[in-house]
């Protein structure tokens, strides 16, 4: 109770995203006396790490994006907006967020940035619309068509060449996204795809795994790294080291060895998984921070609190930030998410903004699956790979799905692709055979991006 | 064995479609002494009554639609092949199928057309773009889109009226197809979405069904035409009998009551499910056979052996073909598929194509769901509904729907939307936001088609 007329106004959060940083900042202030806005521009929260299981016809989208309103529905003290933010204002502590025909200014105390990052083409844009990232729910749907659509495309050329380049899959990037759909895209040809066609063999596709780098998945260390490409070429999936992607066209693929050699590679479908590029709201944030710097990736360079200079009221956290020894993964984000909301529940019980604790990052390992019943694990100094791995690959990503019902339809999924061969998601919209005509017209010209 | 060196020609036939006719007819012929080439220009075997449930978020794409060549995998005497049938040359027996720049002209000696229907907006196309129809994949998605986005908007707009607007729901139509998706529309609205916003109630969404005629459901007779609208009017929705669109754009649609008068319904969803037209290959073969015509909805009269006059071996079946007292739904296009190739296999065999008998149709009945333990069946002169007729409607679907695994993952998905009131496939694509921007921009104009 107050005692003049003025109505006491609560302590209010913008959260800005609806990953894991965005998703799990809300929820931890679900008991705190503040009022939460999520502004995101998706209506879901993107479990990022399966989008490789859509693309390759294994889950559904439902599965791993759940509309974040109603994960946040009993959540009173939160409200979620579906908006781009367009502005943020650090000295008047608002962010303008943009949906059709409506902007909105939406005021804040504190504010939580956890906007995320997306493909990055190192300078080379043009190379989207042929070789499409994976990172949101639209891109997974667009592979999915691309890579089933190849091998029906196969089935009907008359042209033996054309057949090859249409039955040529190159990943480009070895880090664990691109091992997870290589080994998927192996997987697919030789258990779901076998005998389903006449005119083609699908286990005859040519698999490529392209890295720039001496070893795939060079923060697992060079044993892991080497136990994943042994598998990978198991399945048959080549992989290059040492290769970096100097073109890419409608038609296929220019490498350049280590040796400097150039050459070409003909493939219909090429995935881009080689660099993150930050979301353009961390420049926007750094600019109005004296002292404050964006990496080369356009991640935020935050102070040991995880805020940027000046500014105690607005941490950055997830892909956005740019924290030394932190991967751009889930456990960061929501460890930040974590820390960031800690904060700002104890400054509002009287706790000192300058006698934060740094944040500290607890590493609780990585892992990536190479392929069914095999994937690698490295928790500290202890790492190990296979049956054993993928058993905790399995149980910690059903721990981090959101939902019940999530969890129970993933499991049955992964029942019917791995220990039967079966694909429960294989659709494909019509829409993708008249983006590929589109494609087709324009050969190698630079185009707008197709529609999956 | 031949005496000679000619190599013995197995009898060839070619399915045009992969809806239910399609699939069925390439089916029916597995033990045949025949090769069968199945064309269609998606990849997947559609499941048509239930797309309603992927428009409303209850159902994945997977579980409708699986493909095509994986349901054929075993069928070796059977290929799959993408493509869209452009000609047809009953004279030299031959199809041409198009896909990209691939362009193949498939001989047979038999033929069995199966091309279906799209959405008919009686010479108005210019609706589509603001009240797509219910036919495909893409439409579905579409509608999904437009359908939870409606919802994202009324919550971040401050008009009041763009607020009533974009709550108001409209579906023309009042056939099973229409009270099914007016029905899970209403049911979204009240159930799953409920307590999800904050600034708007979407218990309070205004949810309209327009019918040209006296009742919905016609064919299903007065009474239970009747109970399916009271049922309808439970859940709250409006029910606008002899009622016909006369205008549709952006903002809303105009209506002609009985009386003559004129009334504009402002919406943002616009659901269209009025009429069919059927796939422009009945004309092509029409015009090649003397004394053969299409109906008004561009369905071929076939003769009593559902051939088409002086071709005795093109059979036209399925929504293609203009039976009278034939519904075109899937029991239909089954019988057809199982008539037409009785005939091929017996005359094969030896019988005489001159002493066909005539396709007899099978009334088994037909049922519509209106709402969650609610739908309404006719079987004969036997008319019921209610929870009876439900349970009927559930065990029906899950029967016709094809593969186990789509089975199980059906029957969980209802378990989760029907025992509980969550929907597991609330994804919409990112795309779809920058579709209504589009649409916001060209406003009252006519527009191309909106991406999902």
Not at 209 to 224: F, N, R, S
Not at 253 to 279: F, P, Y
Not at 346 to 374: I, N, Q
Not at 383 to 402: P, S
Request: proline share 4%; with cysteine.
């Amino acid at each position: 109770m107050t005692v003049d007329n003025e109505v006491p106004r609560r302590h209010r959060v913008v959260v800005i995203g609806s990953g894991f940083g965005g998703l799990f900042a809300a929820k931890h202030l679900k008991r705190a006396d503040v009022d939460v806005t999520l502004i995101a521009k998706t209506t879901h929260h993107l479990f990022q790490p399966l989008l490789y299981q859509v693309a390759t016809g294994i889950l559904s989208v439902g599965e791993i994006a759940p509309a974040t309103r109603i994960i946040l529905r009993k959540q009173k003290n939160a409200e979620v907006l579906l908006g781009e933010v367009v502005g943020i204002d650090l000295e008047n502590k608002t962010v303008t967020s943009k949906l059709l025909d409506w902007e909105r200014v939406v005021p804040f105390d504190s504010l939580i940035v956890a906007a995320g990052a997306q493909q990055s083409y190192f300078g080379n844009d043009h190379f989207e619309a042929f070789a499409p990232g994976m990172k949101t729910i639209d891109d997974a749907l667009e592979l999915r068509g691309r890579i089933l659509g190849a091998f029906e495309a196969a089935e009907v050329t008359t042209s033996a060449d054309e057949r090859q380049r249409r039955l040529t899959f190159v990943v480009v990037g070895g880090g664990p996204t691109g091992v997870e759909v290589v080994g998927q895209i192996a997987e697919l040809a030789d258990r779901t795809l076998a005998g389903a066609f006449r005119a083609i063999n699908p286990t005859e596709a040519r698999v490529i795994l392209i890295e720039a780098g001496g070893a795939v998945m060079p923060p697992m260390g060079p044993k892991l790294g080497l136990k994943a490409q042994r598998r990978l070429e198991k399945l048959g999936v080549e992989v290059k080291l040492n290769t970096m992607v100097t073109d890419v066209d409608y038609k296929g693929l220019t490498v350049k060895e280590k040796d400097g050699s150039e050459h070409r590679i003909e493939c219909a479908v090429k995935v881009w998984s080689a660099g993150v590029q930050a979301s353009p709201l961390g420049k926007l944030i750094a600019q109005q921070s004296d002292g404050t710097e964006v990496d080369r990736a356009g991640r935020v360079v935050v102070e040991p609190d995880l805020t940027v200079k000046g500014h105690p009221n607005v941490f950055v956290i997830g892909d956005l930030m740019s924290v030394p020894g932190v991967p751009g993964q889930a456990p960061g984000a929501i460890q930040g998410a974590k820390y960031a909301t800690k904060q700002i529940k104890s400054e509002l019980k009287g706790a000192d903004p300058s006698a934060r604790k740094p944040f500290k990052y607890l590493d609780k390992g990585s892992m990536a699956t190479v392929s069914r019943f095999s994937a690698v694990c490295k928790v500290g100094k202890l790492e190990f790979g296979g049956f054993i791995a993928w058993l905790a690959w399995l149980g910690l990503h059903l721990y981090y799905l959101v939902g019940g019902r999530n969890r129970i339809a993933a499991i049955f999924s992964w029942f019917v692709t791995f220990l039967g061969r079966g694909r429960g998601q294989m659709t494909i919209t019509e829409r993708w055979v008249f983006a590929r005509r589109a494609l087709e017209q324009v050969r190698d010209q630079e185009t707008p991006r197709a529609i999956g």
